[in-house]
């Protein structure tokens, strides 16, 4: 079974039901073997704030050393991300072999008009992943209510209740009190119930739970443990939570004062985790869990100038947090963008956004979704708005985004399907393929679950200019039209026409024929003039010429490396006084290195790491020393207190191995306004015992590093500033470190300077080299990496590997010799 077609058995459940009871879910559970009674969960109920709550106390579980499985809901743009167990999304290999076993019971379900919906599916596949990942704790997010639903069949060690409003009231009840009622049968049998509700909530769920925890900030009542919201600091918020004997003092990326509850709730189910498991969690764990805990879609800020906020409030009472949240930034006219579901309250949903000056109402493509013109009257009646219509959430983006000068804001809200859409504008990743050859133009097809037949089929066509992307089933019909129109081709994913799901795209051309279906595409609906520009991005098509003075702007910079550290893998303890390590940095500017890297912590496999002051005291030195040397100093650290020490002393460059797991990083980086190298990694220093599966390494990564990279430039760094490392040998087993490095090119889609770090790694074992000593292989990596397109190449040897990325760009800049 492929891919398309596992993930099309899914697609095709029901997405409804009308019976109460967690029966089918058991049943499927049971024909698995009862996964379900594998790791202790967490369970979190609530109308608005379990998915950042949910998210929250996952990232802290990590934080503190623990292999923790999530489950949440919706998604924003892979079914797959639902299920995640220490970050990653479940591999598409696991979905086939899922279904491959579910399928049999499903089907015989269905016969007699019992099978699981399509919800209670993926609960028991987030069971089954769970249980045979072996994680240590699995953290879920309840769909609907709480006494019916899939993820009650577990006995939670720990849950919650985030908040109660009115919603669903055909399945959970018409007041709050029924709804909270609803909610609170998720109570643990052995611990109380942790819950931010208030008034004629808090009430019912005392009386259903019983024993409760309460969380607030003393507004209504003394809550148990309560917290505090000290606002907004740029793109973080200041919190404190205050237990009877315990405190955590922390920002979150989440902002708005409601997320200062989360937090709260967070905190505390984190403890009693700990108390369940017999741990130990210290608060550290749990402050930098809860600075870390990012989660798409929540009040994200997009943009500065204007104001870009994307926020998924479904309902009344997310908007009424949402504006609130809103009012602590400085904007003149307000633009908002609205789609939201059928199902809502519209008019309540409209009556929150009475500050709106311009407002847009729009549609996501689900078949749930309110017709924009029910929606725009909603707001005539409620606000003194000018009011627009438009068919496609993508296209009011930018119309909204042509509207507003650079002191408004422009707000996406309404559902979680209509940021998910607007996010593209910023997320979606075009991908440039080198296809030379049948074989290469076949695996491409397949890559995108293109159909047997079909990449068979198109295969013959394939050799030319490619892309690979992602988008909306409307939109491929759309684009596969005009380009067969111009003499091209498209290949379409054999995932079936999905309300949730973006499909994957292979367009193929030339050059001239992809121009004309960009010029086709401007000023058409749906999204597709926002893809025009993104198509000409991509392509290098009518785009102005770089401005950027880095030393990578005017072709491939050579990163000289320079560790001050007793244990790195090649050149450990060689040069750790200072005169030793500016002798070397110094006959390394001579042999034409571009860049310096300065390191003080190795990350070889196995190594320890080094507490932050001793970095500090092994690199500030070189750097103090080096400052006047003619070429730009990089700081190889992952902890943000060196970085700031470093750039203080005169580094030019961050480069973080971790991929900004330190939440001070990308702050540091925007506050100076320095390039950041943002690397792919999984662990960090290398664990040599890890076993990671990626689908396809480098989509995977790419995958990975566009949400590490949304992070930086949200901070206020442009992407020319953020450089992407592949990450060769960190997490990845000489195979994928080749094929990261053949596949190079591929990483443009990301829109960032590309980085390759090889010189003398593992994967040159693959090739009968001796690893840490492989002077010639790390030349001949480095050759190939310039002829694919890298922008800085990373190396221990700088004379010889200069050669090689001259040689290389003299291969591709021929018109330069002025025929010497």
């Given at each position: 079974?492929?891919?398309?077609?596992?993930?099309?058995?899914?697609?095709?459940?029901?997405?409804?039901?009308?019976?109460?009871?967690?029966?089918?879910?058991?049943?499927?559970?049971?024909a698995?073997?009862?996964?379900?009674?594998?790791?202790?969960?967490?369970?979190?109920?609530?109308?608005?704030?379990k998915?950042?709550?949910?998210r929250?106390?996952?990232?802290?579980?990590?934080?503190?050393?623990?292999?923790?499985?999530?489950?949440?809901?919706?998604?924003?743009?892979?079914?797959?991300?639902?299920?995640?167990?220490?970050?990653?999304?479940?591999?598409?290999?696991?979905?086939?072999?899922?279904?491959?076993?579910?399928?049999?019971?499903?089907?015989e379900?269905?016969?007699?008009g019992?099978?699981?919906?399509?919800?209670?599916?993926?609960?028991?596949?987030?069971?089954?992943?769970?249980?045979?990942?072996?994680?240590?704790?699995?953290?879920?997010?309840?769909g609907?209510?709480?006494?019916?639903?899939?993820?009650?069949?577990?006995?939670?060690?720990?849950?919650?209740?985030?908040?109660?409003t009115?919603?669903?009231?055909?399945?959970?009840?018409?007041?709050?009190?029924?709804?909270?009622?609803?909610?609170?049968?998720?109570?643990?049998a052995?611990?109380?119930?942790?819950?931010?509700?208030t008034?004629?909530?808090?009430?019912?769920?005392?009386?259903?739970?019983?024993?409760?925890?309460?969380?607030?900030?003393?507004?209504?009542?003394?809550?148990?443990?309560?917290?505090?919201?000290?606002?907004?600091?740029?793109?973080?918020?200041a919190?404190?939570?205050?237990?009877?004997?315990?405190?955590?003092?922390?920002?979150l990326?989440?902002?708005?004062e409601?997320?200062?509850?989360?937090a709260g709730?967070?905190?505390?189910?984190?403890?009693?985790?700990?108390?369940?498991?017999?741990?130990?969690?210290?608060?550290?764990?749990?402050e930098r869990?809860?600075?870390?805990?990012?989660?798409?879609g929540?009040f994200?800020?997009m943009g500065?100038?204007?104001?870009?906020?994307?926020?998924?409030?479904?309902?009344?009472g997310?908007?009424?947090?949402?504006?609130a949240?809103?009012?602590?930034?400085?904007?003149?006219?307000?633009h908002?963008?609205?789609?939201?579901?059928?199902?809502?309250d519209?008019?309540?949903?409209?009556?929150?956004?009475a500050?709106?000056?311009h407002?847009?109402?729009?549609?996501?493509?689900?078949?749930?979704?309110?017709?924009?013109?029910?929606?725009?009257?909603?707001?005539?009646?409620?606000?003194?708005?000018?009011?627009?219509?438009?068919?496609?959430?993508?296209?009011?983006?930018e119309?909204?985004?042509?509207?507003?000068?650079?002191?408004?804001?422009?707000?996406?809200?309404?559902?979680?399907?209509?940021?998910?859409?607007?996010r593209?504008r910023?997320?979606?990743?075009?991908?440039?393929?080198?296809?030379?050859?049948?074989?290469?133009?076949e695996?491409?097809?397949?890559?995108?679950?293109v159909?047997?037949?079909?990449?068979?089929?198109?295969?013959?066509?394939?050799?030319?200019?490619?892309?690979?992307?992602?988008?909306?089933?409307?939109?491929?019909?759309?684009?596969?039209?005009?380009?067969l129109?111009?003499?091209?081709?498209?290949a379409?994913?054999?995932?079936?026409?999905?309300?949730?799901?973006?499909?994957d795209?292979?367009?193929?051309?030339?050059?001239?024929?992809?121009?004309?279906l960009?010029?086709?595409l401007?000023?058409?609906?749906y999204?597709?003039?926002?893809?025009?520009?993104?198509?000409?991005?991509?392509?290098?098509?009518?785009?102005p010429?770089?401005?950027?003075?880095?030393?990578?702007?005017?072709?491939t910079?050579?990163?000289?490396?320079?560790?001050?550290?007793?244990?790195?893998?090649?050149?450990?303890?060689e040069?750790n006084?200072?005169?030793?390590?500016?002798?070397?940095?110094?006959?390394?500017?001579?042999?034409?290195?571009?860049?310096l890297?300065?390191?003080g912590?190795?990350?070889?496999?196995?190594?320890e790491?080094?507490?932050?002051?001793?970095e500090?005291?092994?690199?500030?030195?070189?750097?103090?020393?080096?400052?006047?040397?003619?070429?730009?100093?990089?700081?190889?650290?992952?902890?943000?207190?060196?970085?700031?020490?470093a750039?203080?002393?005169?580094?030019?460059?961050l480069?973080?191995?971790?991929?900004?797991?330190?939440p001070?990083?990308?702050?540091?980086?925007?506050?100076?306004?320095?390039?950041?190298?943002?690397?792919?990694?999984?662990?960090?220093?290398?664990?040599?015992?890890s076993?990671?599966?990626?689908?396809?390494?480098?989509?995977?990564?790419?995958?990975?590093?566009?949400?590490?990279?949304?992070?930086?430039?949200?901070?206020g760094?442009?992407?020319?500033?953020?450089?992407?490392?592949?990450g060769?040998?960190?997490?990845?087993?000489?195979?994928e470190?080749?094929?990261?490095?053949d596949?190079?090119?591929?990483?443009?889609?990301?829109?960032?300077?590309?980085?390759?770090g090889?010189?003398?790694?593992?994967?040159?074992?693959?090739?009968?080299?001796?690893?840490?000593?492989?002077?010639a292989?790390?030349?001949?990596?480095?050759t190939?990496?310039?002829?694919?397109?890298?922008?800085v190449?990373?190396?221990?040897?700088?004379?010889?590997?200069?050669?090689?990325?001259?040689?290389?760009?003299?291969?591709?800049?021929?018109?330069?010799?002025?025929?010497?």
């Amino acid at each position: 079974m492929e891919f398309h077609e596992a993930a099309n058995f899914l697609f095709e459940l029901r997405r409804f039901d009308s019976r109460a009871g967690t029966d089918a879910t058991r049943g499927l559970l049971a024909a698995l073997g009862d996964p379900h009674e594998g790791p202790p969960c967490v369970q979190i109920a609530g109308s608005n704030g379990k998915g950042s709550t949910a998210r929250m106390v996952e990232r802290a579980l990590r934080e503190a050393g623990l292999d923790v499985g999530l489950y949440t809901s919706p998604h924003l743009d892979d079914v797959r991300e639902r299920i995640r167990v220490n970050g990653h999304n479940v591999s598409e290999a696991a979905v086939v072999e899922f279904v491959e076993r579910a399928r049999e019971h499903i089907t015989e379900e269905g016969a007699s008009g019992d099978s699981p919906t399509f919800f209670e599916t993926l609960t028991a596949f987030a069971f089954w992943e769970f249980d045979r990942q072996d994680v240590d704790i699995a953290v879920l997010e309840v769909g609907i209510g709480g006494r019916y639903d899939a993820t009650s069949v577990v006995d939670p060690v720990a849950s919650a209740v985030t908040s109660v409003t009115l919603e669903h009231t055909d399945i959970l009840g018409d007041t709050v009190a029924e709804i909270a009622t609803d909610k609170a049968h998720v109570a643990p049998a052995d611990r109380p119930l942790v819950t931010g509700t208030t008034g004629a909530a808090l009430a019912a769920v005392r009386e259903q739970a019983g024993d409760v925890v309460t969380v607030g900030d003393g507004s209504e009542g003394d809550p148990d443990v309560r917290v505090s919201y000290g606002g907004r600091e740029g793109l973080e918020a200041a919190v404190g939570v205050d237990g009877p004997d315990w405190a955590v003092d922390t920002q979150l990326p989440l902002l708005g004062e409601h997320q200062a509850d989360n937090a709260g709730i967070a905190a505390t189910l984190v403890r009693q985790v700990a108390d369940a498991l017999g741990t130990d969690i210290s608060r550290a764990d749990v402050e930098r869990g809860l600075r870390n805990a990012h989660w798409p879609g929540r009040f994200e800020v997009m943009g500065e100038s204007p104001l870009v906020v994307l926020d998924g409030a479904h309902n009344p009472g997310g908007l009424a947090r949402t504006m609130a949240t809103l009012d602590s930034f400085d904007f003149e006219e307000l633009h908002v963008i609205l789609g939201a579901m059928v199902d809502k309250d519209h008019a309540a949903m409209a009556a929150e956004l009475a500050a709106a000056d311009h407002a847009i109402a729009c549609r996501a493509n689900v078949d749930r979704a309110e017709a924009p013109e029910v929606l725009a009257e909603g707001l005539r009646e409620a606000t003194d708005a000018d009011i627009d219509t438009r068919a496609d959430v993508a296209g009011a983006v930018e119309q909204a985004l042509d509207a507003a000068s650079e002191g408004d804001a422009v707000l996406v809200t309404g559902s979680l399907y209509a940021v998910r859409e607007a996010r593209t504008r910023w997320a979606r990743a075009m991908v440039p393929k080198d296809v030379d050859s049948i074989s290469e133009a076949e695996a491409t097809l397949s890559g995108a679950h293109v159909t047997d037949a079909g990449a068979w089929r198109m295969r013959g066509k394939a050799v030319h200019r490619v892309l690979r992307t992602r988008v909306q089933p409307r939109q491929a019909g759309y684009l596969k039209e005009e380009l067969l129109s111009l003499g091209g081709e498209c290949a379409v994913s054999g995932l079936n026409d999905q309300d949730e799901e973006r499909v994957d795209c292979v367009l193929m051309g030339t050059l001239a024929q992809f121009s004309r279906l960009a010029e086709k595409l401007d000023g058409q609906p749906y999204g597709l003039s926002a893809f025009a520009d993104e198509l000409r991005e991509a392509l290098d098509i009518q785009q102005p010429p770089a401005t950027s003075d880095y030393p990578w702007s005017d072709g491939t910079a050579v990163m000289g490396i320079l560790n001050i550290t007793p244990d790195s893998f090649h050149d450990g303890g060689e040069y750790n006084a200072v005169e030793d390590a500016v002798a070397r940095a110094e006959a390394m500017v001579e042999d034409g290195a571009d860049i310096l890297d300065i390191g003080g912590e190795s990350t070889r496999p196995g190594a320890e790491p080094v507490p932050v002051q001793d970095e500090i005291d092994r690199v500030v030195p070189v750097v103090e020393a080096l400052a006047d040397v003619d070429v730009a100093l990089s700081v190889d650290t992952r902890k943000a207190a060196v970085a700031r020490a470093a750039l203080d002393a005169g580094a030019d460059i961050l480069n973080d191995v971790s991929g900004l797991e330190d939440p001070e990083m990308r702050l540091v980086a925007a506050e100076y306004d320095v390039p950041v190298v943002v690397m792919h990694s999984i662990h960090t220093p290398v664990d040599p015992d890890s076993d990671i599966h990626y689908d396809d390494v480098v989509r995977d990564c790419i995958d990975q590093l566009t949400e590490r990279v949304l992070l930086a430039e949200k901070a206020g760094l442009d992407r020319e500033q953020i450089l992407v490392d592949p990450g060769i040998g960190f997490g990845k087993s000489p195979a994928e470190s080749f094929e990261l490095l053949d596949r190079l090119e591929e990483f443009r889609a990301l829109g960032c300077p590309v980085l390759v770090g090889h010189s003398h790694k593992s994967l040159f074992g693959f090739v009968g080299e001796q690893p840490g000593d492989c002077l010639a292989a790390t030349i001949a990596g480095t050759t190939i990496a310039t002829e694919r397109g890298a922008d800085v190449i990373r190396v221990h040897d700088v004379a010889e590997n200069v050669a090689a990325v001259n040689v290389a760009q003299a291969t591709r800049d021929q018109d330069g010799f002025d025929g010497q």
